[in-house]
C-alpha cells in the first residue's frame, strides 16, 4: 500500500512561482510502489490532465504540452520525494495538483497510475 502526500500550494498572481512537493511511503514488501511518480491536475469543470512524469531507472521526464518550458518535475538522491516547480505561472494553471505513483512506467504515462494523493490546490489570479 502507498501513501503519498502533497504540500505546497497556494494562491499566487500570474507571472508567479510555486513549488510543490510530494513524499511516497510503502506500507508492502514490494518496495517498488513509488518507483515512478508524477504530477496531474484537474482544473473546475475540466477532465483531469497529465502535468510532469519522472522515472529514475532510466532518468526520464515527461511533460504536457502546455507546461513544457514552465514547470520541472524532480526527485531527492533517497527517491521518496517529487517536487514541481512551477514557474510563469498563468490563470489556466489554476486547480487541484494531484500526485501519483506506480510501480510501472506504462500506467504513469497513460495517465492510470496505481496510487494517488489527496491533492494541493493551486490558485493563479490575473
Known amino acids: 500500500q502507498v501513501q503519498l502526500v502533497e504540500s505546497g500550494g497556494g494562491s499566487v498572481q500570474a507571472g508567479g512561482s510555486l513549488r510543490l512537493s510530494c513524499t511516497c511511503s510503502?506500507?508492502?514488501?514490494?518496495?517498488?510502489?513509488?518507483?515512478?511518480m508524477g504530477w496531474f491536475r484537474q482544473a473546475p469543470g475540466k477532465e483531469r490532465e497529465g502535468v510532469a512524469t519522472?522515472?529514475?531507472?532510466?532518468?526520464?521526464?515527461r511533460y504536457g504540452d502546455s507546461v513544457k518550458g514552465r514547470f520541472t518535475i524532480s526527485r531527492d538522491h533517497g527517491r521518496s520525494t517529487a517536487y514541481l516547480q512551477l514557474h510563469s505561472l498563468k490563470p489556466q494553471d489554476t486547480g487541484m495538483y494531484f500526485c501519483a505513483a506506480d510501480r510501472l512506467w506504462g500506467p504513469m504515462v497513460a495517465g492510470r497510475p496505481t496510487s494517488w494523493g489527496r491533492g494541493t490546490r493551486v490558485t493563479v489570479s490575473s
Open positions: 519522472i522515472s529514475t531507472d532510466p532518468p526520464s521526464t
Open positions: 510503502e506500507y508492502s514488501s514490494s518496495g517498488s510502489g513509488c518507483k515512478y
